[in-house]
């Protein structure tokens, strides 16, 4: 494409090299704008290679074939918007959307308190588990919005409530769902060797079309000698890192990111109670395509 660049067009029209057109004025002589070949052959072409590469067949008997290519080319399936929750509310569609691409992810479980211990004693909590994690495509055509529900991260043990709690699902709809992770559980206070109880994985999400997958519990926490206890290090998601092991006799770690779990925690010989931590909440993902 070019502008008209004949003898007689309007100069910088709309800007320095930029020409235009000009209807001429008898009363000064201005001429108008002189077209030509080159300038003809420039706009047919234009418009026909956009026609031609939606594969649509040139023909004088249209005088739409420019709309549906650019329809073809660039209408249904492409990205309209990206909505991000954080927080329990409404997704709205935005005008023009057919299909929601979803992702989501469940809060991430909990860790348990690591129980006061006596002369010779250890005590030690799991990691909390991940949140589950989902992908699916779905017609929107006939909704025009959804609920959105954001899985809470499992609080953490404390001296009152020892055990930590499983993080919740989050949802949008009906459409899809992904369950919370596994709280950690606690082991002792007892003499060490002793074996804690492992983590499970967490439930598997409902209604996904593209992936899903459970949350991963965490590995099992330590208790080899009064010198050696650990609690284990929270489960990874999708998006975000489980919380860190802490040094024995410390509180547990909250992880990063979405649906993370937390970390768990140790006591050493004659410790007051140490308090878990909470997983991280969930997220949900919506891109909206026409």
């Not at 925690?265 to 909206?288: D, F, L, T």
Request: glycine share 18%.
């Amino acid at each position: 494409m070019h502008r008209i660049d004949t003898s007689t067009a309007q100069k910088d029209k709309f800007g320095a090299g930029k020409n235009g057109f000009t209807g001429g004025n008898p009363q000064t002589g201005e001429l108008p704008t002189a077209l030509n070949a080159e300038f003809f052959d420039s706009v047919q072409e234009e418009i026909a290679s956009i026609i031609e590469a939606a594969g649509i067949t040139l023909s004088s008997a249209s005088n739409n074939q420019l709309l549906a290519a650019v329809k073809g080319l660039v209408g249904p399936g492409r990205l309209l918007n990206v909505q991000v929750f954080t927080a329990n509310g409404t997704v709205t569609k935005t005008a023009g959307a057919k299909k929601w691409k979803i992702r989501v992810l469940g809060g991430g479980g909990g860790s348990s308190a690591a129980p006061a211990t006596g002369t010779g004693q250890v005590s030690v909590s799991n990691g909390g588990g991940a949140g589950a994690y989902a992908e699916g495509v779905y017609d929107v055509t006939s909704i025009s919005s959804a609920a959105i529900t954001i899985g809470a991260g499992g609080p953490g043990g404390t001296s009152s409530s020892q055990y930590g709690v499983d993080g919740s699902a989050t949802s949008v709809g009906n459409l899809i769902s992904a369950p919370g992770g596994k709280a950690g559980l606690p082991a002792g206070p007892a003499n060490p060797p002793f074996q804690p109880v492992a983590n499970t994985n967490g439930a598997s999400p409902t209604n996904w079309n593209i992936v899903g997958s459970s949350g991963p519990g965490a590995e099992a926490a330590v208790a080899v000698s009064t010198n050696y206890a650990a609690g284990s290090r929270g489960a990874n998601s999708q998006l975000g890192v489980g919380g860190s092991i802490p040094a024995i006799n410390n509180n547990a770690n909250t992880g990063g990111g979405f649906g993370s779990g937390a970390s768990g925690c140790a006591n050493g010989p004659s410790q007051p109670v140490n308090a878990g931590a909470a997983g991280r909440s969930g997220i949900a993902i919506i891109e909206e395509y026409a």
